[in-house]
């Protein structure tokens, strides 16, 4: 009887096992592929440069378009992820929509704290450089909303490069 028991102990016991990992799994379906929102994120930042008569230049590797206002000093410029920048920017969606913006005032950010399409930006600039970048959505937030950003999302900012840190 005992056998009998622990038997069926053994196989509710596999059975709990197997709803629990099947439970737990992912589904994998299909993998995202972000090409076709990149491409669409492209074509509409053309269509919006078109629109406003204004010029970028497109980087070939990235795809992000820019245009340097000013370039800086020349001397000073971001050399790590952990580069403390100081800023003064302001962003807007396609729609000339401003979501964020420091005034007057510089912010701090740490390079490798920030989205990659700034990244990019604060690289072609030294102390002092100002630089517009029109970013497909990859390069900022994405399939992922953010306050008063919606989700595939191409991002415009104007990034002035105050000043700068390098660690010794």
Not at 19 to 36: I, L, M, N, Q, R
Not at 40 to 62: E, F, G, M, P, W
Not at 110 to 139: D, E, H, N
Request: hydrophobic share 40%; with cysteine; net charge positive.
């Amino acid at each position: 009887m005992k056998r009998f028991s622990m038997r069926h102990l053994f196989l509710i016991g596999a059975a709990l096992m197997m709803v629990f990992f099947a439970a737990c799994s992912k589904d994998e379906g299909e993998a995202y592929d972000p090409t076709p929102q990149f491409n669409k994120d492209v074509d509409s930042i053309k269509a919006y440069l078109k629109a406003h008569s204004l010029t970028a230049v497109q980087d070939s590797l990235s795809g992000i378009y820019y245009n340097i206002s000013a370039k800086g000093n020349g001397v000073d410029s971001v050399k790590y992820s952990n580069t403390k920048v100081k800023t003064l920017y302001t962003g807007k969606l396609l729609s000339d929509v401003v979501f964020d913006s420091t005034g007057t005032t510089p912010r701090e950010f740490y390079v490798g704290q920030v989205i990659v399409g700034w990244q990019f930006a604060l690289t072609r600039i030294t102390k002092g450089g100002k630089i517009r970048v029109y970013l497909p959505s990859y390069y900022g937030y994405g399939r992922q909303a953010q306050n008063g950003i919606p989700a595939n999302s191409p991002l415009i900012f104007d990034i002035e490069l105050v000043d700068l840190t390098n660690p010794q």
